[in-house]
């Protein structure tokens, strides 16, 4: 499968976390605790749904305005920063993530 160089993310709040659709691939979804948890989740979430194996995890997901802040920051303060982010106040957003890597 082909995996498009940018989708868009969907993400609801709730008090128990967070929880995102990928429009792009319909019926894939996934849930985290937290907004770093979950970009993670959605690149896990991604890969099942292509069928992509561990040996083939080439391709990484990122907001594209974490690609932004990466062009003008170090790595490890971003990641720092990720871990601490609280952006998503209530309800949804719709975030346009990037592919990192190489595409399959």
């Known amino acids: 499968m082909n995996l498009p160089k940018e989708i868009t993310v969907i993400i609801h709040k709730t008090p128990e976390g967070l929880w ?17 948890g979950l970009v993670q989740m959605v690149n896990d979430a ?19 305005s974490v690609i932004q802040e ?5 790595w490890g303060k971003l990641l720092e920063e990720l871990k601490d982010r609280q952006s998503i106040s209530t309800g949804r957003i719709s975030e346009k993530y990037a592919i990192v890597g190489t595409a399959c």
Do not use: M, N
């Not at 995102?20 to 770093?36: G, I, L, S």
């Not at 292509?50 to 997901?61: D, L, M, P, Q």
């Open 20 to 36: 995102a659709k990928v429009k792009e691939f319909p019926h894939c979804y996934t849930q985290a605790d937290d907004y770093y």
């Open 46 to 64: 991604i890969r099942s749904y292509a069928g992509i194996s561990k040996k083939g995890r080439k391709v990484f997901y990122l907001p594209k």
């Open 70 to 74: 990466l062009e003008r920051k170090e």
